[in-house]
């Protein structure tokens, strides 16, 4: 199934040449039939039930719904997972629940970071430590586990380097935390939809994801936070809404946070985005994670050993762990010209993203790749190496945004 | 125009008898082309440009661009909007900045607002003030302007009352908390797309909105934050995310603030639900916003002298404002059946809603209603009242959520 991908829409159809698409770790594409059943929502749901599908299509209960076929996807129990917000907007509430989890730290409670990690995480964070007065203590993420101490309220991780796709090992590092009285918030940005996670299984407090990348929710698309259901009493929301509210509709000027994960809910329910999303993880239906999993591996294995050697000649060096076990689902080359490059690869119907410094970045989304794509996408890079075409100084032109 | 409102889907196509639709502001219907071009979204822009499309289709700058768009019907410049988050999240970021602009103020800085306001304002006040070490002084909202004081950071109010409808004077309690060197911070959910506002003549320093009520976002449609200009260097986000940064693209750690009001953005855009605002927004060009307001006064001014007419004598009460200069554009009526009828109204076509204790609610969103539609709305409720219809019990038996 994983080699036929038929409920994607087809990357490739473009107007240039064939297109591969690796950077379905930015973003997905959408289902075959997203459009039709984007439209039809508009119909069916929007027009035909105006404010009565609130109830009458089940708008209200998106947040938890879709919530539960994400955890089924990372491995966690039902009711533990909202869809809601953004990405950064989740992170935040996930430090600051964090936060007042551990009550008990210092006065100035310690979270330990690691370096390098995607801006907005590390923004985020130094704004939760500004408004609460924690401390940041940033290291390599080797040695994360070392630096947490006594004192240490959260550790808090990105599962899987949005540059080297350097994976990390989410049980252990729980492990060390808890060991230390610490509660864990860990980004899974760049793993949900391309492999196995075991939430529940590792013990983990809190975590946070993105939807637009290997989820295919859209651009934009909502984010999701999962909580451990032993958590749940003492979740507090830094946003409290009425959407969190136990009785959102006896319009209480108090606030009493709703049971379970609800209460992580702040404004209403982004529906659009949210019916979007739904449609996406039909994508995943009947499909086995670790099944998609070996599928990934499949792939950056065949990309390396290709990279090693078709590409190593022309100067590229695997910037990403060889150790399959250590890596995510992409894979980044270093190149002294990888700005120019990437730009004649998209030309060339190739798709994937330069990263700051010196970057090639691979997304290789199992949902909808094949060992074909890799071995053709690298075929067409070597052409652009033999025969110079990347030089056209066009390429070499920064532009603007991403 | 106003009368024959081409570009709106016509609400009235329903299974049952002609719908009435008289609850616009809780979801704005969609325009008549709002699913063909959803789903020329999805073919058009997600399909065909993937990644690209973030350059390409200007998924980038759409809370700027739309935000621009909604300021020309809020009486806002350009570049002191933006669309984004939802209306919980923003009258955070809201709070949180109107505090940091308010440095000098005593250390548990006083924060004056009203009483009867919506709950999530409520909620999300609270929130802060527990994080941020407020103190929240809430009085009936006549006597704001007497309870600012020197130690006044922020006054906090909603511009037309959620219930009743009654509307507050912008200019006039703006100029009184300036005057105590306070900011204001307005919510105007209920009023932004049925009435002329003057954010920058009135000097309002923050104001949030709902997109998805009288400006037909769609259900959880991006919220909107209005900061005054001359406050863009100042303005501190409670949230800090790289979409907010002065150059996302260089990946750098530490968070520098974008110039402008870009710096309140956090997390990726939610460009499918904003793309869908952006079509709605199209409703409203070509169209006077103080024309507007005066169809939305004589909509309201006719069913009050209905309602007085014809529904009194049923135990029917006006329960909003008699004077159109002090009211927004929905009308409570207050009755001790209020649920029973308002179900009963529904199951007529008529749509407004039930709001505890006892009132219905009846909202005239000025874009797509017409005079006819009121004298409808209230003939067949006096039906309801007259044949004791609305008596059967089924449409005492309370629901769940809305």
Chains 1, 2 share one sequence.
Not at 13 to 30: F, H, V
Not at 91 to 113: C, E, H, M, Q
Not at 310 to 338: C, E, I, M, Q
Request: with cysteine.
């Amino acid at each position: 199934m994983l080699e036929s991908p038929q409920q994607l829409a087809d990357p490739t159809a473009s107007a240039g040449p064939r297109r591969i698409y690796l950077d379905g770790n930015s973003l997905g594409p959408p289902s075959l039939d997203m459009a039709a059943r984007m439209a039809a929502f508009v119909t069916d749901e929007w027009h035909a039930d105006l404010i009565g599908g609130w109830n009458g299509q089940g708008w209200w209960d998106l947040p938890v719904a879709i919530g539960d076929r994400i955890g089924d996807l990372i491995g966690a129990g039902p009711g533990q997972v909202i869809a809601a917000d953004t990405t950064t907007v989740l992170l935040y509430k996930a430090l600051v629940a964090g936060l007042y989890l551990r009550p008990d730290r210092d006065a100035r409670p310690w979270i330990v970071t690691h370096t390098g990690n995607f801006p907005t995480d590390r923004h985020v964070l130094d704004g939760v430590a500004r408004q609460f007065g924690a401390q940041v203590e940033a290291v390599a993420a080797a040695d994360m586990a070392d630096a947490i101490c006594d004192g240490t309220a959260i550790v808090y991780a990105t599962h899987v380097d949005f540059r080297s796709g350097a994976r990390l090992d989410i049980g252990a590092l729980t492990a060390a935390a808890h060991a230390k009285g610490a509660v864990v918030v860990w980004d899974l940005s760049h793993s949900a939809g391309a492999m196995d996670l075991h939430l529940d299984r590792d013990d983990v407090d809190l975590a946070v994801g993105c939807s637009y990348k290997f989820l295919n929710g859209g651009p934009g698309a909502p984010a999701f936070l999962y909580a451990a259901e032993r958590h749940h009493d003492d979740l507090v929301n830094a946003v409290p809404g009425w959407i969190g509210d136990a009785q959102p509709f006896a319009m209480l000027e108090e606030h009493r946070p709703a049971p379970g994960i609800r209460r992580m809910l702040s404004g209403t329910p982004p529906v659009i985005g949210l019916r979007a999303l739904d449609i996406a993880l039909d994508g995943f239906d009947d499909v086995d994670m670790a099944d998609l999993r070996r599928h990934s591996v499949a792939l950056t294995e065949r990309f390396i050993e290709l990279a090693d050697r078709d590409l190593a000649p022309h100067g590229f060096t695997v910037a990403s762990p060889r150790d399959a076990d250590r890596r995510g689902s992409h894979v980044s080359l270093g190149h002294r010209d990888a700005y120019a490059i990437v730009q004649a690869m998209i030309a060339a119907g190739v798709v994937g993203d330069f990263r700051e410094p010196n970057l090639c970045r691979f997304g290789f989304a199992p949902l909808h790749l094949t060992l074909n794509d890799v071995d053709e996408a690298v075929a067409r890079l070597l052409e652009l190496m033999e025969t110079g075409a990347w030089q056209d100084p066009k390429f070499a032109e920064r532009r603007s945004v991403t």
